[in-house]
């Protein structure tokens, strides 16, 4: 019989506070939530008579609340909800109690104070001896059927079917949670309806010592009825049938064997089964208690453990297979497997060959994904068992990689065969290429875990091992070892094609013939990767095409470029050109500068045409020679575009970079590869393109430039309008591949016509220079290298200092000066400090005239003239006469 209720909302904060409990009041809107601006504090401080007498004592508030755990003396309160009861849970868990020898516990929890909830759950109370209260923890849990769900579960799951909707069925309330009790009514709860008690009172919550609470948890837990997933620690992965209804011994053990034949002899003992559920007790546990189940699931006979002093992990399903393998294996399946068999269990296997792996289709691009183990090969058919398995050509070289020399030199056969497709040899080691998100090409070389993916993906490699089940062998199949990688990756030379380099169009070959078929040519050692789609070429040229071609680069694409003079239209030409005969000529090109007097003048969109036909790799300048060298090495390493951009110097700016002047002049660049101390040597092939707005040049970059100068001569150039053919950009897009196909027409029938050069001067380039000197005259486009005074006016260093030296000339003659006489005659003529822009002393003058000793400015070089008389550098100013040589 259940002590009588409080009648008041006041007087049960009064019975509640009595018995040591926290008491917090509760808002009437549904929500359960507490009715004070925050109860936070009441976690650690028991609320006062005082303020019970605040909250409660107008009547006005129907709720009020427990908080449980330590503020309230360490009660803790265990909840089924109004659907476990409904399903008989609460018989359930009281017999299992009984039989697990906690029924004295458990009818103390039951008898003491009890609270039913408007839903028609029960809430029973324990005060917990030895040990702190756990906070809120759901115990059991199963899935909602359709009928139970609300609308909103409904909605979801017409959203989204396959979405489980979990309901919890037991659960606690402890340190740091509250739960409402009696006699909240009204708004309070959903429903309207009010909490009852139905047994006891809290003067009479039992004190239940922490042991026993922790095995009445447990036996709550073991009626969750959630399916749990098997971890591959407890059970080995489920395997398709053997052919010809074969068994492997651990399924065979599955069959044939009992948990109790498992777990007894480890001294499990056994509790009490109720339906199909059996109860375990662990070694060494009291006689109060279970610590796991056996039969519980509906699918398969597992043992779930709900105790952590065992041996198996809690709370995890193991099938009997993996409990075994556990228990005598230390959770080895393959040893437990053999084990089994030789205790008879499973039957014997045929000998498997390891079948071919699919050839990888397509491309090989990226690699990781052939280290995935997805990509291992299948076993032979099931329905071919035994000795006579049909032998399966093989499409893929397939290598026995038991013994590493062998493995290494049979590696290094397939690659001389020619059997392995996309990889070639380049300075540094194997390489392969592939695109971008851009799709521009790329260049990768292989590093161990590269080249790894690489051999999994073209090569069946496989280790002949003892097989321990019929003490035989088999094939397994097996990938490179990263060791053996690196020690093919450490020779001197592989036998590889060589991979010259990447070309985005066709190209001239050495000897004159077109290379236009994509892919490697062996050849050249190319790698043709087409921009854009490859036109058909005729095979040769009429003077139509010919004309034709001319007509689309020089008259409808270039015709509206504001170029300031011919020279910078051919200029412009002969760089669009270059890479088309790069392979044809030897040596480096001169950078292009394009340079314009105004934003908005196009230098972008010559920029432009390079990348729709050919693709361009931009890059910012960098703020000093350091970064520049990282970068160029980075662009000729690592990118396979022919063209490489670097955009957007800053106005006005002087190009006066050494490091700019050693790559212009050589044929081949060598540095250290960023994040390695290996140094590599790779062709300088790029046509490298400066641009900004009045850009000029100093010391020797000026030598090795071409302009290409643009000059709109017009307010807001970038207002412009009227174009031939429209806005050049969508123009590009769809013409490109007639824009490449028109160059390369222009060259071929120069090529054609016996390449005929024109003899010109251009110091390395000097090659380059001539043959582009003769295509242009045969194209008919005048201007090319006509333009070297105006160059020397772009280059600020020969412009200041041929102007100090004809100072010099005018204001001292053929005489023999001293830097300082020069210093203090000409204050307003000398040259600047190019970075500080101050005027030098007498000293720094001399040290400048010293370094530029021989050289010509113009028409005026400087000499110095030994004093030996004073022991000190005299200088005199010399002016070359029309035709001295």
Known sequence: MSDAPSTTLRDAAHELHEAGLCVLPIKADGSKKADVSTWTPYKVNRSTPEEHDRWFGDGRRTGIATIYGAVSGGVEMVEFEGHAIA??????VTEIMDASGLGKEW?????????ESPSGGRHYRARIDGAAV??????????ARPEEYTAEERQKVAEKPGTRVIRVQIETRGEGGYGLVEPSHGSVHQTGKPYLRIAGSPASIPTVDSDAMAAIRDICRMVDTLPKQESPKTAPRDLRPLPGGGLRPGEDFEAKTDWSEILEPEGWTFVYQRGSTRYWRRPGKDTRGISATTGH?????????????TEFAAEVPYNKFGAYALLHHGGDYKRAAAALRGQGLGSEPPRRRLNSVPPHAGNFSEGSSALDPDTAPDEAPDDMPGPDLRVVKPRLPELDITNEADAIDGLLGIMAAGQLPDLYKRS??????????QGNPLIKQLATDNLRAYLADHITTFQVVRDPLTEGTQEVRELFMPKTCGTILGRKDWPLP????????????????????????AETGLYLHPRVAVRRLRPDVTADSLAKAKDIVLHQMLADFPFEKPSDRAHYLGALLTPILRPYFHGPTPMFIVSSTAAGSGKSLLKDIFKYAYGSSDTPWPENDTELRKSITTQLYTTGQPVIVLDNLPNGYTIKSPVLSALLTTESWGDRVLGASASVTMPNDRLWILTGNGLQTGGDNARRAMWVRLNPNVPDPDQRDGFKVGDLRPWLRTNASTVVAALVTMVRAWIAEGAPTIRTRKGDYSEWASMMAGLLDFLGV????????????????????????????????????????????????LPRHPRTGEQPTAAQLGIWLKARDGRFFGMHRVCLVWDSHRCSNRWRVEVHQQGEK
């Open 87 to 92: 399903d008989g849970l609460l018989e359930e």
């Open 107 to 115: 009818a103390a929890i039951l008898g003491g104070w009890a609270t």
């Open 134 to 143: 756990p906070g809120n923890t759901k115990l059991a849990s199963r899935v």
């Open 297 to 309: 699931a509906s699918d398969r006979d597992r043992l779930f453990v709900f105790s952590t002093g």
């Open 428 to 437: 540094g080691g194997p390489s392969w290429v592939y695109e971008d998100d």
């Open 498 to 521: 060589p991979l010259k380099g990447i070309v985005t169009s066709p190209v001239i070959r050495p000897d004159g013939s077109l290379l236009q078929s994509p892919g490697y040519d």
């Open 782 to 829: 005048p201007g090319w290298m006509t333009d070297r005074d105006d160059a020397m006016k772009q280059d600020a260093e020969t412009a200041e200092w041929a102007s100090f030296l004809i100072a010099w000339t005018e204001k001292f003659g053929g005489d023999t000066i001293t830097a300082t006489q020069a210093a203090q005659g000409l204050p307003e003529f």
